[in-house]
């Protein structure tokens, strides 16, 4: 590229460091990745923020968007200089989720929720001490809840996570807590292990879990876990909603509803609790 052209586009289009080696393929693969994760985060960013973010010069972070364009994994736009994830990278998360036949399964499901109880209903799996949402169907009331596919969330602050951690055993969970702590985010956050370990013996017993407004003020949920062919917990069912709406009253209607829901998707899928 010339270096006139350069000039003229300082936040798209650097000059190359001379100093960069090539070669490194497993380094260039990590930092590539890297790359991929921070465009997936954002739907424009700037090269100079992706560099930033990534902690490698803008002539490294350029060389690699330019590769991962070449291959469609990253788009970018000449008229603001705008870096964005690409239709490849969504293929190569499609693949993923083709892979976990319950996404599949539960999306009619989901619908079905959704028309009973009137509410955004979730599908989310446990990854790292965190819970990710795989899929969504949402009302449409003009206020509801909203997660993009792929949002993380802790997990002693949703339903959905507290009804995977019920699940597991008591010292997976507590190396979970040393690892990730109980932090705090609203004043109903649980941040007390005593309290978290008796909420779970609770939702053990009842098959479900509820979540009263600790990780988000205002919104209230209810989920129950989902079992794959080992009996084990893959993943976990939910309603969210305003709290406005999601009145105590509905609590238990909402609750027996996800968890025939779960019970049936663990069906679907030829998973036994």
């Not at 879990?209 to 062919?229: K, L, W």
Request: hydrophobic share 40%.
């Amino acid at each position: 590229m010339a270096v006139e052209e350069v000039a003229r586009r300082p936040r798209g289009r650097p000059r190359k460091d001379p100093s960069e080696k090539e070669g490194s393929t497993v380094l260039a693969l990590e930092r590539g990745l890297r790359i991929l994760s921070i465009l997936a985060r954002e739907r424009r960013t700037s090269l100079s923020e992706v560099a930033m973010r990534a902690g490698m010069p803008p002539s490294t972070a350029h060389r690699l968007m330019m590769t991962l364009q070449s291959r469609r994994y990253a788009d970018y736009d000449e008229s603001t200089q705008d870096w964005m994830i690409g239709v490849e990278a969504f293929r190569i998360g499609s693949g993923f989720l083709n892979r976990m036949n319950v996404v599949e399964a539960a999306h009619p499901m989901l619908q079905g929720l959704v028309a009973e109880t009137g509410e955004t209903a979730n599908l989310a799996i446990a990854d790292d001490g965190d819970v990710i949402f795989v899929s969504q169907v949402e009302t449409s009331n003009p206020i509801r809840a909203f997660f993009r596919l792929g949002t993380r969330s802790r997990m002693h602050a949703s339903a959905v996570g507290k009804a995977l951690l019920a699940q597991f055993a008591q010292e997976e969970v507590e190396s979970l807590l040393q690892k990730k702590g109980l932090p705090e985010f609203t004043a109903k956050t649980i941040t007390r292990p005593d309290r978290l370990f008796a909420e779970l013996e609770l939702i053990r017993n009842q098959g479900w879990s509820f979540d009263d407004e600790e990780h988000y003020a205002g919104m209230r949920c209810v989920a129950a876990p989902v079992f794959g062919t080992r009996g084990n917990a893959i993943a976990a069912i939910s309603v969210s909603g305003p709290s406005v709406r999601f009145a105590d009253r509905k609590v238990a209607d909402f609750s027996a509803t996800v968890r025939r829901t779960a019970a049936d998707l663990t069906r679907a899928i030829g998973g036994t609790a």
